[in-house]
């Protein structure tokens, strides 16, 4: 799991929490560190995201895409634990 990119991403939590809609999807997160100048592996954000819900970071779902799935992880982030916040 990549350290950095968590970092980053719990960092983004920060801004984007709570979502617009209903939950905060991984795609946006994706959007935003793309627009930022990251360059992420495939399965990197999948690696991570799968990390912070093992580890009670987040909650939320996936659906099946296979490209989103490689590229974001395809997360779709219903809770993050206010500790992280």
């Given at each position: 799991?990549?350290?950095?990119?968590?970092?980053?991403?719990?960092?983004?939590?920060?801004?984007?929490?709570?979502?617009?809609?209903?939950?905060?999807?991984?795609?946006?997160?994706?959007?935003?560190?793309?627009?930022?100048?990251?360059?992420?592996?495939?399965?990197?954000?999948?690696?991570?995201?799968?990390?912070?819900?093992?580890?009670?970071?987040?909650?939320?779902?996936?659906?099946?895409?296979?490209?989103?799935?490689?590229?974001?992880?395809?997360?779709?982030?219903?809770?993050?634990?206010p500790d992280f916040l």
């Amino acid at each position: 799991m990549d350290g950095e990119l968590a970092r980053k991403i719990l960092a983004l939590f920060k801004e984007m929490w709570p979502p617009k809609g209903k939950d905060l999807p991984s795609s946006e997160i994706y959007r935003r560190l793309i627009e930022s100048g990251e360059q992420i592996p495939y399965f990197a954000m999948y690696e991570v995201f799968c990390y912070m819900k093992e580890h009670n970071v987040i909650d939320g779902y996936q659906t099946m895409n296979k490209e989103a799935y490689e590229m974001h992880g395809n997360f779709f982030i219903t809770w993050i634990n206010p500790d992280f916040l």
